[in-house]
């Protein structure tokens, strides 16, 4: 299960459980516990993820909810969980941050092999200059407070880190316009980050689509929101998930339905933006616009 986060593995495994039996008509915690020999109440703890269960215990359960052929995937899920591999970042931050839902979506951007991102009003928090980031953030914080900031900042360095490993995820891009004529920062910080946004795309780091105003938003594209997508023979349940950030916490989304409206959303934006070539020519000519006018 390398390359996996730990939150990660540890949500798929719990989460997964908890699906299988919900969907099974064999979905008595009680029945289900007897079997196994313990208490009703430890079903639910696997759940939440305050214990695991023994090998022998997982078997029982799957052959319970009529899924004993899944044994071998859970077994090396539990234990990728039980290795308690720490995830990045839980050796750099104080015990109070991330909160979980940073953590967890943190923890998809690390598994992700592809990730497929629609910004209408911003440049992605992903390929973000410190400069621009640091706008950004200054601007959603309602209250100004220092140490918020330079944890939320270190917290963007390190997931950022993702895209120069050897085995980057796949990430493409789709921007509104109005992203790129935003005066975030001022034109010299703007001018910068589009700047460094092209060359990026022409290094191969990202594939860069943007969306002209002209061309209009697709039914329901009023707000952005990141596919991710993890390799599918690691995380099997949860291979993919849809995430939407609000002024108050990052949602995400895995039913089949809910995905399908995304993806739908997605192939809509995808039509209706720029190539790359043209997007990654209008991103670079706008930044040296702006670097000419502040130079």
């Given at each position: 299960m390398a390359e996996v986060s730990h939150v990660v593995a540890e949500w798929a495994f719990t989460q997964g459980l908890k699906r299988l039996r919900?969907?099974?008509?064999?979905?008595?915690?009680?029945?289900?516990a007897k079997r196994i020999g313990k208490s009703r109440a430890t079903i639910?703890?696997?759940?939440?993820?305050?214990?695991?269960p023994s090998h022998d215990s997982l078997d029982i359960m799957l052959d319970s909810y009529g899924h004993g052929d899944r044994a071998a995937y859970y077994r090396r899920l539990r234990d990728r969980v039980e290795m308690r591999s720490p995830d990045w970042w839980e050796d750099e931050f104080p015990d109070h941050f991330p909160p979980r839902s940073l953590?967890?979506?943190a923890g998809f951007e690390y598994s992700a092999a592809e990730m497929r991102i629609y910004e209408p009003q911003r440049v992605p928090e992903l390929?973000?200059?410190?400069?621009?980031?640091?706008?950004?953030?200054?601007a959603e914080l309602t209250e100004h407070r220092a140490d918020e900031l330079t944890l939320q900042l270190r917290m963007l360095r390190g997931r950022q880190a993702v895209l120069d490993r050897p085995d980057a995820p796949q990430l493409t891009c789709v921007l509104g316009e109005s992203a790129l004529r935003s005066p975030v920062g001022g034109p010299h910080v703007l001018g910068e980050q589009l700047t460094t946004l092209a060359a990026r795309a022409r290094q191969g780091v990202l594939t860069l689509r943007v969306l002209p105003d002209s061309a209009g938003r697709p039914a329901g594209a009023c707000a952005g929101f990141t596919e991710l997508l993890l390799p599918s023979e690691l995380i099997q349940d949860f291979s993919e998930t849809a995430w939407v950030s609000t002024p108050v916490d990052r949602i995400h989304y895995e039913s089949p339905e809910t995905l399908a409206v995304f993806r739908s959303l997605w192939r809509d934006l995808a039509k209706a933006a720029l190539t790359p070539a043209e997007s990654v020519d209008l991103v670079?000519?706008?930044?040296?616009?702006?670097?000419?006018?502040?130079s």
């Open positions: 919900e969907t099974s008509p064999n979905s008595n915690q009680s029945e289900i639910g703890h696997y759940e939440m993820g305050r214990y695991l953590a967890l979506f390929v973000q200059t410190p400069s621009y980031a640091e706008a950004v953030l200054r670079a000519e706008l930044g040296r616009e702006l670097m000419r006018d502040v």
